[in-house]
DNA sequence: TCTATCTCAATAATGATTATCCTTAAATAA
DNA sequence: TTATTTAAGGATAATCATTATTGAGATAGA
């Protein structure tokens, strides 16, 4: 999402900033982490001012809202065609990119019309790894 | 999820009611669908029980969370590893069986460990492509 | 049947998200 | 630059799904 400003989007320093942490963001931000991280430099920054941003961003195609952490919306500014790779403990998202030959069985294909895909690989991530090394020693899981 | 009886869950009528709603139930139904449905049956039956009843179930693996719809979650009691195709207008959803050939590139199959995967595809479902058919004759979108 | 334990139901609490409403700032054109 | 129009911001209330609490009642095993 590199040119906002021939959009048709009205510019403030408010959204400003919060393009500005989302562009190029690998972390899959909550809507409370960019709330949190913009105000450090907007301190006068509203929480209904992130939620609206995204919804503006969204509505026009430079963020994308991801449903894989059933504990809140993760938006993701890579708008590409790409999958995701959640770690099961931390919640940890990381972009997967690659082509899969996934194609649904016909009597699917006959009713329904389709229009995309997205994969989530489950994973355990380094450092949850360590952890549960970690845990191992003392308490049995 | 067949066998309750001997899986040392204490059996009650409501939760035996919530079960046999479960049961072979292709909808994948909201906390809520469960509710109004075996409300019918047990109008004194409780939302908070509802809750409950899908913990126990959950916990005990005889019932999948659904995280594909970002309104409300979902259950799901085929419990096989299966995907979904989601409709993008209603929302209905519909199992996928079959296996894909989905591998993550190696640079991350290096660093995380790998549990498992889930295809969401979207489409148009037939009744909702009826819809828009009809829709599209008075109405531009 | 008795009793310890678990479950129920009602309701309060929580947490994320959305809506409201008035003020203020940005864009556009004179 | 300034005036005017229009949309955005901020504070806060409202909503909705989900979770926690708690006293009363039911269940299962002795």
Redesign the interface.
Known sequence: MASYKDKGIKMTPQRMAIMEFLDGNPDHPSAEDIYMEVKEKYPMMSFATVYKTIEVLKSRGYLL?L????ER?RYDPDTRHHHH?I??DCKKI?D???D???N??EE?QE????????????????EC?KERRKNNGNIQM
């Open positions: 809202e449903t894989i952490d059933p919306r790779l770690c099961v990381v997967i990119y690659g899969f030959p996934v649904v069985p699917a009713s329904f019309e389709l229009v995309g895909n997205h994969i989530e690989f489950y994973g355990i991530c380094p790894k």
